[in-house]
């Protein structure tokens, strides 16, 4: 009983220290919701997301990305498997894919459910964001808001995956409509025809696909704003680097550009 009564006494010293903290610190009330900085900074994470997406694909630097040559490839992919009498290997490969953009909508529905679990305990979630040193404590109203923000972004990227994974079974029925290739002349424009749409399906799919797992990765840059503006713009130059190195000077665009 002893022993009992004095873990309560250290609960209630505990949440008593917390309280003293979250009062000694300044707190934004709900009538002020969003400061200055945080428009700022969620301005410039939306910018360099609305600016490194159109980016990726070409609108913007004619340097080729590492998305721009795979495209060059889905190409390349559909033309030789024009010329396969059996085409398992491409049927092995759509599955893949396939398999690969369902986990990822489905750990999108996931992760919007654990977001709409957070409104029930946004008390205590701020508590721990109060042991945090950050010049500011978030109000109930701003957090709210922020969770909403980040719920829109995953789905977002959920809807991405789930219109890749249509586009995927899209191609499959392009690729299994796809002739044979034969050497008749007669024949060859049918076959162009049937391999430039499966390419063009096959590359609309895998757009779809790169930009719903770009949202998963400013996803996590979002998460920043929960502690700090400040945090918010630092976790979007991290990504935002990490993107532009993979695209522009990675391994795996030399290797495809050889």
């Known amino acids: 009983m002893g022993s009992y009564l004095a873990g309560r006494n250290c609960v209630h010293v505990r949440v008593?220290?917390?309280?003293?903290?979250?009062?000694?610190?300044?707190?934004?009330?709900?009538?002020?919701?969003?400061?200055?900085?945080?428009?700022?900074?969620?301005?410039?994470?939306?910018?360099?997301?609305?600016v490194f997406s159109p980016g990726v694909i070409g609108r913007i630097i004619s340097r080729p990305t590492l998305t721009s040559m795979m495209d060059g490839q889905r190409a390349n992919w559909m033309?030789?498997?024009?010329?396969?009498?059996l085409r398992m290997v491409d049927t092995g490969i759509m599955s893949g894919l396939q398999q690969g953009t369902a986990f990822f909508a489905s750990s999108c529905l996931l992760a919007i459910g654990g977001c709409f679990a957070l409104f029930g305990s946004t008390d205590a979630f701020l508590e721990v964001l109060s042991e945090i040193p950050a010049p500011q404590i978030a109000s109930r109203r701003a957090f709210e808001a922020k969770v909403f923000g980040l719920i829109g972004i995953l789905s977002y990227g959920f809807f991405k995956f789930g219109w890749s994974y249509r586009l995927f079974?899209?191609?499959?029925?392009?690729?299994?409509?796809?002739?044979?290739?034969?050497?008749?002349p007669a024949l060859q424009p049918e076959l162009d025809v049937a391999v430039r749409r499966a390419t063009r399906m096959n590359v609309l799919a895998g757009r779809h696909f790169n930009e719903?797992?770009?949202a998963i990765f400013f996803a996590l840059a979002y998460l920043g704003w929960f502690i700090g503006a400040w945090m918010l713009i630092a976790?979007?130059?991290?990504?935002?680097?990490?993107?532009?190195?993979?695209?522009f000077f990675s391994a795996a665009r030399d290797a495809v550009a050889e």
Not at 235 to 247: L, Y
């Open 169 to 184: 079974n899209y191609c499959s029925i392009l690729m299994g409509a796809v002739p044979s290739y034969r050497d008749d």
């Open 79 to 85: 033309r030789t498997m024009a010329r396969r009498e």
């Open 235 to 247: 976790t979007t130059v991290f990504i935002i680097f990490v993107e532009i190195r993979r695209q």
């Open 212 to 214: 719903g797992l770009r």
């Open 16 to 50: 008593a220290n917390v309280r003293k903290l979250r009062h000694s610190e300044p707190m934004l009330s709900d009538s002020q919701f969003l400061t200055r900085l945080d428009l700022v900074a969620l301005a410039f994470f939306l910018l360099c997301w609305g």
